[in-house]
């Protein structure tokens, strides 16, 4: 869900290891993180009673060694929403280019950068892991450094329209929902064309066919994301990758979200632009196969055992 519809993709050799895993996190989620859903509501829902407010709604953006693109589009975007009582908070994974000069550059209080200090390759060595997982810890903190009661997730490559932010608050207030999201245009080999949402029922992510999955409620890409803050003790699993099926970070939370009974709407208004880096042609994980050599050397981790 960098761009949610390239497939959670089945894992057709998956060891005794990573199945006991995924199914320890499975479990774990399923009894967890409904009981923490309730408690959080118990404690956070009356912060989101008054309409009239223009609360505070943290943008959360993950990025590693790519700078110049980064502020490009998603620094540019998230600064120049029409709603302005934002906080862009960019976490680096470890960033060892002139990521941190540039933004110090960018004159606007509402930015705020952190590095993490370290970086650790936690799972297998090839380009579908890195995709499936690879922003899921300097995201998490992200999240974690959030002062906001909404948070927005922004991948650093991508861009919103003008009114993302105040379209989507309005949406969510409206219906009362804790998690929204909506359509996306995306572009591969020239050719745009509108993303929709998937139902969260839908065979594409529960692998059988559902009488009333169009019931259950749809669910877009990562950069059209928009929820409350306390849902954010929900945080990406960096253990997806070993699941044999809907095995990438950002699928595998919007599950676990609908799973836990947050109330998710879905704004059927175009809010962001999936569009491929400077000298590519497509996206998504399409994009990495294609530049899989520059990509592996990009995101290069020392050896380490799983």
Known sequence: ???????????????????????????????????????????SEHLYKNHNEKPLVSICVPTYNRADILIERAVKTALSQSYKNIELIIVGDHCTDNTAELLSKVQDPRLR?????????????????????????????????????????????DTWTDDHIEKLLHFALKGDYEFVSGLYAEERFGVRKVVDGVHALDEY?????????????????????????????????????????????????????????ARIGFCDEVLAYVLPRPGETSVGLEAYKLTEKEKMDHYAFGDQRI
């Open 205 to 261: 992510f529960t692998r059988s066919k559902k009488e009333n999955y169009k019931n259950s409620p749809k669910i877009g890409g990562v950069s059209t994301w928009l929820k409350r803050t306390y849902l954010r003790f929900m945080e990406y699993n960096i253990d997806c990758w070993r699941k044999d099926w809907n095995r990438v970070w950002d699928i595998d939370l919007a599950l676990r979200i609908y799973d836990s009974g």
């Open 113 to 157: 950068f952190y590095n993490l200090p370290t970086r650790h390759r936690k799972y297998p060595k090839n380009i579908e892991n890195h995709w499936f997982v690879g922003g899921a810890v300097p995201t998490n903190e992200a999240m974690r450094l959030a002062n906001g009661t909404w948070i927005a997730r922004l991948d650093d490559d």
């Open 1 to 43: 869900m960098g761009e949610l519809m390239s497939k959670g993709l089945r894992q057709n050799n998956q060891s005794t290891k990573d199945q006991i895993i995924a199914k320890l996190h499975e479990v774990y989620y399923s009894i967890v993180e409904p009981t923490r859903l309730k408690i959080e509501r118990l404690r």
